[in-house]
């Protein structure tokens, strides 16, 4: 019965530590998925911090309304976003095709694609990401060399939704993926406590 027990135990703690590390691979592979558009701090298992490379680029997005072309314009001046996972509405993450060049509006013909992708990550309802954002014309005004986060205008801000740029579909859509199965992580693993 002793040897029983022992056995049971071993196999339980095995158990328990696999469980356990499975977030932490699902959080690496969120690194590794956003390592070309920026940098991710793993705080705890819980919560990350995002640092978008900055400056971050504008992207055009076009729309079709009745035949015709119009722009919508979105920048996400944010230096760093903190995420705790229970917050991201995992049902809410979407992504578009973007333009980064200051002149597709411009250059554009119907069929274009864009050159990146946009993820945006919504919070459930009630919640806010705390982040801490810059001014795009300062940083744009600096010369080259270390600045003070003043020089470029660093504030702490809230938002409700974030938006994050990638190169490339593929990575876009790794980064998707590792994000809503730590989200589902994370809240299964609250809900438990």
């Excluded at 530590?17 to 956003?34: D, N, T």
């Excluded at 597709?104 to 919640?127: E, F, L, S």
């Amino acid at each position: 019965m002793n040897k029983f027990l022992t056995a049971a135990t071993c196999c339980l703690s095995f158990a328990l530590s696999c469980v356990a590390q499975v977030p932490a691979s699902s959080l690496q592979a969120l690194k590794s998925a956003y390592s070309a558009s920026g940098n991710i701090v793993v705080l705890d298992a819980q919560t990350i911090v995002i640092e978008p490379r900055m400056p971050a680029p504008l992207c055009a997005v076009p729309r079709n309304d009745a035949g015709k072309i119009s722009w919508s314009y979105y920048a996400f001046p944010l230096a760093s976003i903190t995420v705790p996972l229970t917050a991201v509405d995992e049902s809410l993450i979407t992504e578009d095709t973007v333009f980064t060049d200051p002149d597709a509006a411009k250059n554009y013909k119907p069929g274009d694609v864009g050159d990146a992708t946009m993820v945006v990550i919504a919070g459930v309802t009630g919640r806010q990401f705390h982040t801490i954002t810059y001014d795009r014309d300062k940083l744009a005004h600096l010369g080259p060399g270390p600045h003070s986060s003043s020089e470029y205008g660093q504030a702490p801000d809230d938002t409700e939704a974030f938006g994050l740029t990638f190169p490339d579909r593929a990575s876009a859509r790794a980064f998707e993926r590792s994000l809503r199965d730590a989200v589902l992580r994370a809240k299964a693993r609250a809900s438990r406590q």
